[in-house]
């Protein structure tokens, strides 16, 4: 049984994987702002934690009342496309940041000191990180930098004997990709995503990145020399009137 701690667990992917790994017989403690949204984990004996990522003080009085933990997946984000580059958007810019990122560094904060030895920490970044898209100026850059957040700490963390695992999904069914107005090639549904990051936690995998067949192209188009994939882009990824 593993004491596990989940961000972003009222919705989603998140969601998903606190069902599963209740439905598992593990202690999961379920992370999110808002206790109604939660309230059906709590029936299936999970802990609730209501705090927002951006507010450091409600990170720390959340975690005092967690003991150790074996494994925390910080998953909570949030997504927002600009929709004109040229009027940028600081504001959005800024949400997007401070949820993806700053928040992710408040509840390290918080609650690496309750990792123990032997123990797993999980980030989840995005598939959108092997490839510059065009309106994902805010999230390509908050979840490219979780991955270097990710790298950095798994080396700090290994002389702790806590092992980091990246986590890049791509497409999943969920309420932050329902608003996209745009295809999504290799949509997954939740149960399949959390799947995959279940067994890839499980086996110990530094990163967990699926479905391959968009993490392959992605891959392969972001190898390209940039000034390659800027004249391609246009073919292959169609792109709204920017014109404010
Ligand atoms: N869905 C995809 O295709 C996809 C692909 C790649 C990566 N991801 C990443 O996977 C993660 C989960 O995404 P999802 O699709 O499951 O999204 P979702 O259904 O919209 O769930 C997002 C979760 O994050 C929580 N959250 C947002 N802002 C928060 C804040 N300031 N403080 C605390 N919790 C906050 C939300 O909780 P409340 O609003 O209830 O507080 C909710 O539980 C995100 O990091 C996302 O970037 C998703």
């Not at 598992?24 to 206790?35: E, F, I, K, L, T």
């Not at 909570?76 to 580059?85: K, Q, R």
Request: aromatic share 6%; hydrophobic share 50%; net charge positive.
């Amino acid at each position: 049984m593993m004491r596990i701690l989940i961000t972003g667990a009222s919705s989603g992917i998140g969601l998903q994987l606190a069902r599963d790994y209740l439905a598992q017989g593990h202690q999961v403690w379920a992370c999110g702002r808002d206790a109604a949204r939660l309230a059906p984990l709590q029936a299936q004996g999970a802990t609730l934690l209501c705090f927002d990522g951006r507010d450091a003080a409600a990170c720390h009085q959340a975690a005092e009342g967690v003991p150790a933990l074996d494994l925390a997946i910080l998953n909570a984000g949030t997504c927002e496309y600009l929709d004109h580059a040229r009027a940028f958007d600081g504001a959005l810019f800024a949400r997007v940041i401070e949820t993806n990122l700053i928040a992710t560094g408040q509840v390290l904060a918080a609650f690496l000191p309750r990792l123990v030895r032997g123990g797993r920490l999980a980030l989840v970044s995005s598939s959108v990180t092997w490839l510059p898209l065009p309106r994902a100026e805010a999230y390509g850059a908050s979840k490219a930098a979780l991955d270097y957040l990710a790298a950095s700490l798994r080396l700090d963390l290994a002389r702790e004997g806590i092992a980091v695992t990246l986590v890049r999904p791509g497409f999943v069914a969920t309420p932050l990709t329902a608003r996209n107005d745009f295809p999504m090639p290799g949509l997954l549904t939740v149960e399949q995503a959390a799947r995959r990051i279940r067994h890839g936690l499980a086996r110990g995998q530094l990163e967990v990145q699926f479905p391959r067949r968009l993490i392959w192209p992605l891959r392969l188009l972001g190898a390209l020399p940039s000034g390659l994939w800027l004249r391609l882009c246009r073919f292959l990824v169609p792109i709204k009137d920017s014109t404010p």
